[in-house]
């Protein structure tokens, strides 16, 4: 049976580093996922100066969010640090109006995708940065209210308020191509979008060499 989290932290704290380990595998492929849709060329050197600056901030975590939310927290602010790194002729750079389409010249994935995912992929880049981040966070690493408001550091009542204006952008930019069903109303839109990352996942997985 694997060891909750916050068991693992507390081994990993008193110098048992196969605690670390096993945190960071745990958590791998998320923090890796959440780079790739941004910036695929800096998503590995990314994930590392994530647990990197994770195993310098050990000590420091509280346990008062989830670990997967700490580690989401550190990998928000490493985009950020890129971005603004990337932007740097730019006058002014606003994360909640700026996009990664406007920001980074090149945002393709080597991942397996469908079409579609493509699609949705593309249409969440022409999202401001938060949005598009926050929206990722909401379908595919499945973190509620109360993670997201931890990650961008706002109270739950902004952050329903945020998640109300990304789904609301998000569903405009899909018009072209998703379902009407699916864009009906928040509920039918979370669940269509969750569907299409789990497929895309398991088209993944089945084309792996060695699968």
Not at 131 to 140: G, I, K, M, S
Request: proline share 2%.
């Amino acid at each position: 049976m694997e060891l909750e989290d916050h068991v693992l932290i507390d081994r990993w704290r008193t110098g048992d580093t196969a605690a670390g380990q096993a945190l960071f595998e745990r958590y791998f492929v998320m923090i890796y996922r959440f780079f790739s849709t941004k910036c695929e060329p800096e998503a590995e050197e990314l994930t590392q100066a994530t647990f990197l600056a994770a195993v310098r901030a050990r000590d420091q975590f509280r346990k008062d969010a989830s670990f997967k939310t700490y580690l989401f927290t550190i990998a928000r602010n490493e985009l950020h640090h890129l971005l603004r790194t990337k932007a740097r002729k730019l006058d002014k750079l606003d994360f909640e109006l700026s996009s990664i389409a406007d920001l980074v010249s090149s945002v393709g994935t080597r991942l397996d995708r469908s079409a579609e995912h493509r699609q949705i992929v593309d249409a969440l880049h022409r999202l401001p940065v938060d949005q598009q981040t926050l929206l990722e966070l909401h379908y595919w690493e499945e973190l509620d209210i109360s993670g997201l408001a931890a990650v961008f550091e706002v109270s739950a009542q902004t952050m329903r308020a945020r998640l109300y204006r990304a789904r609301k952008a998000l569903r405009e930019l899909l018009v072209p191509f998703a379902p009407a069903e699916a864009l009906r109303d928040d509920d039918t839109l979370d669940h269509w979008m969750q569907r299409q990352e789990t497929l895309a996942r398991g088209r993944h997985i089945a084309t792996r060499p060695g699968s």
